[in-house]
């Protein structure tokens, strides 16, 4: 075993060239708006330990702040019930705290769009009223399975089907205001992702049925022609499933000349892939324009045109800076920041 030494290892946001907006979160994980906290992806931590131990911090701070509820007033409305919205109310529940959890789709958040069968790595990590559990590396549906048996056992509430569309602050108390009601609440804790919104191309054919943001079911797929679109893990994943069904035909098209923020297990797929004949990648391309049957890359500067059937694009997703500037949460452009 080899053992990093101390400082060895930073981890930054965003690139010296592609920045990432991140919401200004103090170390209490309070946002520049007092009385409102951010936790998990949205803050820029999207792994499951980390949101996990970010949504229980989170709640431990608003359980710490001063003054109390009145009547017919929250102690906390969590917005998401992924990783970090489901740790921090198993958290408010263990606490004794009133509080409400709205879901706008379905609990796991980020996790639930994942593909089906799709290897999910964690680590050891600690919920309330559970105590640790020991996942290192499981599937979507087995993660997805253990929260839901966890939510029957404590009898933890959250509301599905549920968006926030609004939240106002007067004097101490917020209201917000959701798709189904309104709450009062003392402190909101904002637990969403950053991929609600997914970041598009903006080509000429980008609208058309066969272009798609995510892969759920790579059978689908079988038998086509395919153009995988990004560099990150969910694009890596996407090209290398589908290639290795019999008769399709996938292409990944990346930006950059390499792959640095796939994990190294993922580029060593694609690196398989390839020597097995089975995936086409072509680095430092950018998509220019698609249409029913083919589309139109450019790679070094030099045209390329492929046979096409559906296209998968995996570029991230769009931070909803609109409905945070609306709070009045400040936003931070980080460009390789610590």
Known sequence: MINCPADAITLVFGTERRGIDIPHVAPNFE???????????????????????????????????????????????????????????????????????????????????YPRGKLVMTAPAHLPMVGKFNFRETTKEKLLEFWQGVANDTGVQIGY???????????????????????RARTVLLAIGRRGSPRKLEVPGENLPKVTY????????????????????????????????????????????????????????????MDDGALCVLMNSTVRQIDRQHVYLVQNEQPVKIANDSVIINAGGILPTAFLRNIGIAIDTKFGTA
């Open 161 to 183: 089907g549920e968006r926030v569309e609004k939240i106002s602050k007067e004097q101490d108390i917020f209201t917000v205001v959701s798709s189904k009601n309104t709450y």
């Open 31 to 113: 946002t520049n708006v007092p009385g409102i906290f951010i936790a998990g992806e949205l803050g820029g931590m999207g792994l499951i330990r980390n949101a996990i131990s970010q949504g229980c911090q989170a709640m431990e701070s608003i359980r710490n702040t001063a003054g109390g509820s009145g009547s017919g007033v929250l102690d906390a409305l969590i917005v998401g019930a992924g990783p970090a919205g489901f740790a921090a109310s198993m958290a408010a529940l263990e606490f004794g705290l009133s509080y409400v959890t709205l879901e706008q789709e379905s609990l796991g958040g980020t996790v639930a769009h």
């Open 214 to 273: 995510r892969l759920i079911d790579p059978e689908q797929y079988r038998g086509q022609h395919v153009l995988v679109v990004g560099g990150g893990d969910s694009a890596l994943e996407a090209a290398c499933s589908i290639a290795e069904l019999p008769g399709s035909v996938v292409t990944l098209s990346y930006r950059s000349e390499s792959f640095t923020r796939a994990k190294p297990k993922n580029r060593e797929r694609v690196q398989a892939a």
